[in-house]
C-alpha cells in the first residue's frame, strides 16, 4: 500500500459516498451475487445510511477505495441482542457495526482491523454488536481475537444466513 487514507463520514454524506460502498461490495461478493440477499445490499446502504446516527470510515490506497466499515448507535432499549442474554450488562448502550468489507486484493492486510478500530474509536457506547455468518468460522475467530464473543445466534431475514451474535465491551 502506496498512500493509505482514512476517512471518516456520517449520515449527511450519504449521497457523497454511497457509490463507493455499492462498488466495493460489487466486487468483494462478486462471486455472491446471485444470491437474492446479497443482491438487496443497495437497501441496506440506504436504510443504515438513513440512520442519524450512522458513521462509516473508508480507506483508500492513493485514490482507490480498498474498504469501508460502516454502523450506527442502537436505540436505547431497543438493542436487539438482548434476548440473546439472560442478563444484558449494564450500561448497554450499543453500536451496531453493520458492515466491514475489503475488496479482495487488499485482503489479509490488516485493512479489515484498521477499519474496525477506527469506526469503534471514541465511541462512548458500553458495547458494540455485529453479525458474523455462521458458515464462516475463521471470521468468528477473527473478531473472537479483537475481543468479541458469541451470545447467540440469529437469521434477521428469511433469506439471509444464520448469524452469530457477537458482542464486545467497549469499556476496557
Not at 78 to 99: G, H, I, K, M, Q
Not at 134 to 154: D, F, I
Request: charged share 30%; with cysteine.
Amino acid at each position: 500500500m502506496s498512500d493509505v487514507r482514512l476517512t471518516r463520514h456520517g449520515h449527511r454524506d450519504l449521497a457523497e459516498i454511497r457509490q463507493t460502498l455499492l462498488d466495493v461490495h460489487a466486487e468483494a461478493y462478486a462471486d455472491q451475487m446471485d444470491d437474492e440477499f446479497n443482491q438487496r445490499f443497495e437497501w441496506f446502504v440506504d436504510h443504515w445510511g438513513g440512520n442519524p446516527e450512522f458513521v462509516c470510515v473508508i480507506d483508500h490506497d492513493g485514490g482507490e477505495p480498498v474498504g469501508f466499515a460502516y454502523g450506527a448507535t442502537s436505540k436505547p432499549g431497543r438493542e436487539w441482542w438482548r434476548e440473546r442474554l439472560d442478563a444484558a450488562p449494564l450500561p448497554s448502550s450499543t453500536f451496531a457495526v453493520s458492515e466491514l468489507m475489503i475488496r479482495t486484493k487488499w485482503r489479509k492486510t490488516g485493512i479489515a482491523q484498521r477499519l474496525h478500530d477506527t469506526l469503534l474509536k471514541d465511541r462512548e457506547e458500553a458495547l458494540a454488536v455485529l453479525l458474523v455468518d455462521t458458515t464462516h468460522p475463521r471470521v468468528q475467530a477473527l473478531y473472537e481475537r479483537w475481543r468479541y464473543r458469541k451470545v447467540g445466534e440469529r437469521r434477521p431475514f428469511a433469506d439471509s444466513p444464520l448469524y452469530s451474535v457477537m458482542l464486545r465491551d467497549l469499556r476496557g
